[in-house]
């Protein structure tokens, strides 16, 4: 809870220094989605203890649960180390790169700087950041099949809340994707907009229909990672550079890929709040 509570102030302190692109990302997947992933673990961590106490069962002992641990510890040591290495070796001062965005702004495709930046001047980075996100969820997958939640009923106030909130949080993802060429807003946004929505309903009790839950959500999950590649593999073949766009197609090549990756990126992080590799007729028979 109070990583939550931390989030939300990290987000309007980004909003005094003028960086609502970062505050929103900040407040949905900092605050919002982070958190539910933190108490859905608890839950689940819960669960398995609840399980390793029946006699029976079987579990680890406290000489690998040690080890585990310690080993959990120096990784951590070893990346803040890293982080601090960093920090500590910028310059004290730095002119920064708003003047050379600035000039080359116009040729961009859109007048955001920051999305100018994120898929024209360093476009290469947000490919990979979308993988990143996909390769999380299949680590998910790969330890095993979700729990098997029992059908409940939200009740008539959280159902008619959740019809309403659901698509209110729909509408808000497509204004944050099509406002990202001009203002505030992206894929990122967008899609963690999008996420919310598919937590929410998670959370009410909603499940996909099965016939969904194989081939039709895995087509939808590297939708996003897709495009984005086939448009990077055309434009190096086109131009001999990696992600370089005519200025005159720039535009609705950027529209074209930030809406896949939404689509991706929403359906990827709802999909790592629901757990492990979602069951099938095949799995459950």
Same mark, same amino acid.
């Given at each position: 809870m109070f990583f939550i509570a931390f989030g939300l102030l990290l987000a309007l302190a980004w909003v005094r220094l003028e960086a609502p692109d970062v505050a929103l990302a900040e407040a949905a997947i900092g605050a919002g989605l982070t958190g539910a992933l933190l108490l859905s673990a608890l839950s689940r961590l819960n669960s398995i203890e609840h399980q390793s106490a029946v006699p029976g069962h079987p579990h680890k002992s406290k000489r690998t649960v040690l080890g585990q641990s310690w080993l959990a510890i120096s990784l951590l040591l070893l990346l803040n180390a890293g982080l601090a290495y960093s920090v500590l070796s910028m310059p004290d001062t730095g002119s920064g790169l708003t003047p050379l965005?600035?000039?080359? =702004?116009?040729?961009?495709? /859109?007048?955001?700087? /920051?999305?100018?930046?994120?898929?024209?001047?360093?476009?290469?980075?947000?490919?990979?950041?979308?993988?990143? =996100?996909l390769l999380a969820l299949l680590s998910v997958w790969s330890m095993g099949s979700s729990q098997q939640q029992p059908e409940t009923s939200p009740g008539p106030v959280l159902d008619n809340l959740m019809r309403l909130l659901a698509p209110l949080l729909i509408l808000v993802a497509a204004y944050l994707l099509w406002v990202g060429a001009d203002a505030p807003g992206g894929a990122f946004q967008a899609g963690s907009v999008l996420a919310a929505a598919g937590v929410l309903l998670l959370l009410s009790g909603w499940q996909l229909p099965t016939t969904l839950l194989d081939r039709p959500l895995r087509m939808v999950l590297i939708a996003g990672p897709a495009v984005f590649i086939t448009i990077a593999a055309a434009t190096l073949l086109i131009s001999g550079r990696l992600l370089q766009f005519a200025p005159e197609r720039a535009g609705v090549l950027i529209l074209i890929i930030e809406t896949f990756a939404t689509i991706s990126i929403g359906v990827t992080l709802a999909a790592l709040f629901a757990g492990g590799r979602p069951q099938n007729h095949g799995d459950r028979s």
């Open positions: 965005v600035s000039m080359q =702004l116009e040729h961009t495709g /859109v007048k955001n700087p /920051v999305t100018a930046v994120l898929l024209n001047y360093r476009g290469y980075d947000t490919l990979l950041e979308v993988f990143v =996100l």
